[in-house]
């Protein structure tokens, strides 16, 4: 007869959903491990943290950049609006007596298909008692999953957003004259309001966001551009000196991607990078949460709602052929770029 086990998928669901929130408002990840400072001699069997590798603390800021918009079907078509029916001009005159004219809101079809990701962890019975002292085995599990499913969709929503494919030519690309790396002469204001000016040609909307990699954030820090502004900040702490450029940038959200994954094949050594490059920058008209599919924007993730009703799901299950209980996370999505000229991506490394 199998030993019972107590089924605490309601409770831990909750925890990881409340978790997913803190991401999706721009909250870090949170950093999990294992504290062996009060062993003497640490022990395998006792305290060895199974993590080899845990996100730190990793910025993840891709649905902010392409917001979560919920929808019952996981394959179809909506309608958005498009740029040419939000600058069009009508006649406005009314004679006495008469009608007023009238106009229709231009919209397009917007194909989409959300697919499903997952990553899936076990824990065995015996490694549930050898943790129960360390730390809640079920969480770390729960917690390790989730961790990996959003990083892999970090890395979609950067590589559909950092991309020259989609983003080419003068109205939607630009090349700065001088790198954003070359510390004493670099001019990232003036490029970024350079990129903001193209947008709004294209689109009439200003852009209220900038995106950049953790990496690019660091170095705009050492120009001296940057450094003659920031010095101005009467609280220099890092909340305040990134209020400080969002506002030099003239956008609402500076949104800094800190993610880090494994670039190396499988069976290699170690190779961390970026997720968000650091030979780019972008700047985008993007969508609040829960604003309407109509808002004008860069794009969006549709969320198949039928089959995953938040972004991760978390699903617990018992496998009895190896004495475990199985840790599921998995989403229904599809990060979408509705219209590029929402956006300008910018090469600060000419």
């Known amino acids: 007869m199998e030993p019972k086990t107590i089924n605490r998928t309601k409770d831990l669901g909750a925890r990881v959903q409340e978790y997913v929130r803190h991401l999706a408002r721009g909250g870090r990840m949170v950093k999990f491990g294992v504290q062996q400072a009060t062993y003497a001699v640490p022990r395998a069997d006792l305290g060895t943290p199974f993590m080899e590798y845990e996100l730190d603390e990793a910025e993840l800021v891709g649905l902010q950049a392409l917001a979560l918009f919920p929808t019952q079907k996981k394959a179809a078509t909506a309608s958005v609006v498009t740029r040419e029916g939000l600058l069009r001009v009508g006649d406005?005159?009314?004679?006495?007596?008469?009608?007023?004219?009238?106009?229709?809101?231009?919209?397009?079809?917007?194909?989409?298909?959300?697919?499903?990701?997952?990553?899936?962890?076990?824990?065995?019975?015996?490694?549930?008692?050898?943790?129960?002292?360390?730390?809640?085995?079920?969480?770390?599990?729960?917690?390790?999953?989730?961790?990996?499913?959003?990083?892999?969709?970090?890395?979609?929503?950067?590589?559909?957003?950092?991309?020259?494919?989609?983003?080419?030519?003068?109205?939607?690309?630009?090349?700065?004259?001088?790198?954003?790396?070359?510390?004493?002469?670099?001019?990232?204001?003036?490029?970024?309001?350079?990129?903001?000016?193209?947008?709004?040609?294209?689109?009439?909307?200003?852009?209220?966001?900038?995106?950049?990699?953790?990496?690019?954030?660091?170095?705009?820090?050492?120009?001296?551009?940057?450094?003659?502004?920031?010095?101005?900040?009467?609280?220099?702490?890092?909340?305040n000196i990134r209020s400080a450029l969002a506002a030099l940038f003239d956008v609402r959200r500076l949104l800094v991607g800190g993610a880090v994954y494994n670039a190396a094949i499988e069976g290699q050594p170690f190779s961390g990078s970026d997720v968000w490059g650091s030979g780019y920058a972008m700047v985008a008209r993007i969508a609040e949460a829960a604003a309407p599919l109509q808002v004008p924007c860069v794009g969006r993730t549709l969320l198949w709602t039928q089959d995953s009703p938040e972004n991760v799901v978390v699903e617990q299950y018992r496998e009895n052929q190896t004495r475990s209980d199985i840790f599921r996370v998995r989403q229904h999505t599809n990060e979408k770029v509705i219209d590029p000229s929402f956006a300008h991506l910018i090469d600060i490394t000419p």
């Open 92 to 239: 406005t005159k009314r004679a006495p007596g008469g009608a007023y004219n009238r106009d229709d809101i231009l919209t397009e079809d917007m194909a989409y298909a959300c697919e499903e990701n997952g990553q899936e962890q076990k824990l065995d019975d015996g490694d549930r008692a050898m943790y129960a002292s360390d730390f809640d085995a079920e969480e770390i599990m729960s917690m390790t999953a989730l961790n990996r499913l959003l990083l892999a969709q970090e890395i979609r929503i950067a590589a559909l957003l950092f991309n020259t494919g989609t983003w080419s030519g003068a109205p939607l690309t630009t090349t700065v004259s001088t790198a954003w790396g070359t510390v004493a002469s670099a001019t990232p204001v003036e490029d970024v309001l350079a990129a903001k000016a193209k947008v709004r040609a294209l689109t009439g909307l200003e852009p209220n966001a900038l995106i950049l990699s953790r990496t690019v954030y660091n170095n705009l820090l050492r120009t001296a551009a940057i450094r003659a502004e920031i010095k101005y900040v009467a609280v220099p702490t890092a909340e």
